[in-house]
């Protein structure tokens, strides 16, 4: 089955610095990588999505980056304000016929200092 | 448009009882997803009802089962309650059916075991 490890699992940046976090996947039929930023005592909200025919996909300060041939995808959220500190995951999943659920990553809790 | 409404948000239970857990999917969806995040392990694939049936399940005992009704809202029953099984329980509803790609989440449902 799939396998995703994602760095760092915490990450501290200044308000206004940029912050990066990375994943790795270990299933190349893998096809749909999206990214879930979780508030204290929420559900996870899906921010951010890449498809595997595409390298690269940006929405106003968020961008995510998809390396296929390495595996591994990353997000990139510039100019950080304190509302982005949570607990950021990725995960990986085949979408098709037999598809299964998300495989997530263990999460890194982001932390806008101020 | 309403999110994925999930309920109790919160379910205490003594070791060896049965848990019902409800999940309302985002209107038009019909792909129900229940995740699994406890301390320490993440969040984990427990099980995928699409159409009213159940298209596939992660790596949990047959103890925790579910179902989905015409409506499309979903119910997890988790059966002869264990310490372990106390966690958040997410529910997310996707837009699509077998080749889904978008998951929504829940607020979730606490389960306590004592």
């Known amino acids: 089955g799939e396998n995703v490890e994602q760095h760092p699992s915490t990450l501290s940046v200044q308000e206004g610095d940029s912050a990066v976090i990375k994943c790795t996947y270990s299933d190349s039929a893998s096809n749909y990588f999206p990214w879930y930023k979780q508030e204290l005592g929420k559900g996870p909200q899906l921010i951010i999505d890449?498809?595997?025919?595409?390298g690269e996909k940006k929405d106003q300060r968020i961008a995510v980056t998809l390396n296929k041939t390495a595996k591994h995808f990353s997000l990139h959220i510039t100019e950080t304000q304190p509302e982005d500190s949570a607990v950021y995951f990725c995960a990986a999943k085949y979408s098709g016929g037999g598809a299964d659920g998300l495989t997530f990553g263990k999460g890194t809790h982001l932390i806008i200092q101020p | 448009e309403a999110g994925v409404t999930q309920s109790p948000t919160h379910l205490i239970k003594t070791r060896g009882q049965q848990a019902t857990l409800r999940c309302s999917p985002i209107?038009?969806?019909?792909?129900v997803y229940w995740y699994q995040q406890a301390l320490g392990l993440g969040l984990q694939f427990l099980l995928w009802y699409d159409e009213g049936e159940e298209r596939n399940r992660g790596n949990f005992p047959p103890r925790f089962s579910g179902r989905q009704f015409p409506n499309y809202s979903s119910e997890l029953n988790v059966n002869a309650l264990e310490l372990e099984d106390s966690a958040l329980y997410l529910c997310?509803?996707?837009?699509?059916?077998?080749?889904?790609?978008?998951?929504?989440f829940g607020p979730g449902t606490r389960l306590t075991v004592t």
């Open positions: 890449i498809r595997s025919n595409v």
């Open positions: 209107s038009g969806h019909t792909s």
């Open positions: 997310a509803s996707s837009p699509l059916g077998r080749d889904s790609y978008e998951q929504y």
